[in-house]
């Protein structure tokens, strides 16, 4: 029998953990938490679940993830964060993958269906997606890249059947708030690689953005939902590039928009 480690970053997460615990206590042989400082009950809430916490400085969601996964003692681990949570066909997958043979992949993609503004996205780009959230322990690395993290194996890459839902965005100011902070860090990315924005370079890809996601993967049939999440999309291109510009404008790669 496998045996399953699930995985969590946290940071004043106390609101979506008794949801995550619930789901993922029964399929995970063990919890671990890795904790960047937590102001809230994050920490006492894990700890009366049996999970082992560990304290680390934020360094970064990579640096985290790792830092958790070594905490793992188990052959596979299953790394959710706290706002993910496992539906009940997942559960139902993941108790067989526990009792199958061993898989011939190192990293198992899980579909999700994100919950934005009080409704399951099922179009825009937004259903399914496909992310690696199990993968076997010491086989992969999470690595940095320009705003999230990606895992990386030495081996193939397999999927999992069975949905998990994203509790990702409740109100329009929990998105605007997180997308700042995106923004300017794919902007920091933007101006290490060299890319150059002028004057229309904003613009122009914040309406592909939103074209993209509203017309092009059918995001109007969400409704409202659909509506603001394409509109949002721009919004965040549009800063991301905002951002670029005022950077080089500051003179920090050298170079003149």
Not at 213 to 220: D, H, I, P, S
């Amino acid at each position: 029998m496998i045996k399953l480690s699930a995985a969590v970053i946290v940071q004043n997460e106390e609101k979506n953990l008794p949801r995550w615990l619930k789901a993922v206590s029964q399929v995970a042989d063990e919890i671990v938490a890795v904790d960047s400082g937590s102001s809230d009950r994050s920490v006492e809430i894990l700890r009366q679940a049996g999970a082992k916490v560990e304290f680390r400085a934020w360094t970064g969601y990579a640096d985290q993830r790792n830092a958790a996964a070594g905490l793992c003692t188990g052959d596979w681990i299953l790394m959710l964060d706290a706002d993910e949570v496992l539906a009940p066909e997942s559960i139902a997958s993941l108790r067989g993958f526990k009792q199958g043979p061993e898989p011939e992949h190192d990293i198992l993609l899980m579909p999700s269906r994100v919950w934005f503004f009080g409704h399951f996205m099922r179009h825009g780009g937004f259903f399914p997606e496909w992310k690696p959230r199990l993968y076997r322990r010491g086989a992969a690395r999470w690595v940095r890249q320009q705003v999230h993290e990606r895992l990386e194996a030495r081996g193939s890459t397999g999927r999992l059947p069975g949905l998990y839902d994203h509790y990702s965005y409740d109100t329009v100011e929990d998105y605007r708030s997180r997308a700042r902070g995106y923004a300017e860090a794919g902007a920091r990315f933007m101006l290490a690689a060299g890319k150059r924005c002028g004057s229309l370079t904003g613009p122009t890809h914040a309406a592909w953005a939103f074209v993209h996601r509203y017309l092009v993967r059918l995001g109007f049939m969400d409704g409202k939902a659909g509506w603001w999440a394409a509109w949002l999309e721009g919004v965040y291109t549009l800063e991301k590039y905002r951002c670029l510009a005022e950077m080089i404008r500051d003179g920090k790669s050298g170079r003149v928009a």
